[in-house]
């Protein structure tokens, strides 16, 4: 693990982002971007397609440079540190094409020869580990097992940063599985993940943070649990008849979407902890319930539902 300090002696962050704009033509870019992501922590960072993470990322890795503002990578500027900056991440892009007649394992020794020494060796244990196999050409491969190749490929020098975009597509639920585990993992060891995605329930299991992306600015920056207790997640409830009078009032939290079939069947939006709801709901007729996993657009529905205008994304002259 590489522990950077600045001058005075004072550790810094992994990433700090102060103000990182790229602006495109007709409007669309990420705006006064401004957040800090700690050594030793998994930070989500979360947005529908389209909201600017993949530019995030390539301004974080130097790929793109800022119209203004900057970002650091372990003190080091992104930009005019580029090289130095690279050496010290793991990077998964969300559109990496791959030398398609090498087999994987061709492409891991490739690779090896610009990392530090024993890289190719992990590199292998890892791919056993998701149950890869190396050699096969990356032509013949699946989507989920090219994700994987891709995975390898970034964590086998133990770089102390890790910046992933979108780590699980294409992987089956059990591999999603053993790929946040390793993430975790990899977090126990003191190394940081810039973990961006769209799927709140991904980040939800691993994150210590995450910020939210809208637009190319920043909604929030929170500890996941203030996520999961602001969020609101929609419930369905069918009863095997109506219940008498208003049988959800004075619930927190909890208000009345929709009633339909002639009240047997009841549509409910529910915020936070639903503790207070399912006691009430032990009390009712209920054949069934349908009680899905929320998705972004409520979090991103609570922060910008009193959004200023004038913090909206800007028009750019062409």
Known sequence: MIEERSNKGERVPAIEARALTRRYRG?????????????GEIFGFLGPNGAGKTTTIRLLMGMLRP????????????????????????????????YERMTGDDLLHFLAGYRAHGSL????????????????RVQHLSKGNRQK????????????????????????PLVQAAVLDLLVEQRSRGRTVFLSSHLMQEVEKVADRAAVLRDGR????????????VRERRMEVVLDRPPGG??????????????????????????????????????LPVNDLVYPPADLESVF??????????????????
Not at 304 to 313: E, L
């Open 121 to 136: 060796d992990r590199g292998r244990r890892l791919a056993k580990h998701l149950d890869l196999d190396l050699h096969r």
């Open 301 to 318: 529905l609570h922060y910008y539902r009193d959004a200023d205008p004038a913090t909206r994304r800007e028009e750019v002259p062409a």
């Open 67 to 98: 119209t203004s503002g900057g970002a650091r990578i372990f003190g080091l500027d992104t930009w005019t540190q580029s090289p130095a900056v690279k050496a010290r991440i793991g990077f998964v892009p969300g559109d990496l094409h791959l």
């Open 246 to 283: 208003d049988a959800f009032a004075g619930l927190g939290g909890v208000r009345v979407l929709a009633v339909r079939d002639s009240g047997s069947r009841v549509e409910l939006a529910v915020r936070g902890a639903p503790h207070e709801l399912l006691q009430r709901l032990a009390a």
């Open 27 to 39: 409007g669309h870019g990420v705006f006064e971007l401004g957040f800090q992501v700690e050594e």
């Open 218 to 229: 920043l909604a929030a920056v929170e500890h996941v649990d203030r996520l999961r207790a």
């Open 149 to 172: 190749l891709i995975l390898v490929q970034a964590l086998m020098h133990e770089p102390p940063l890790l910046v992933l975009d979108e780590p699980t597509s294409g992987l089956d």
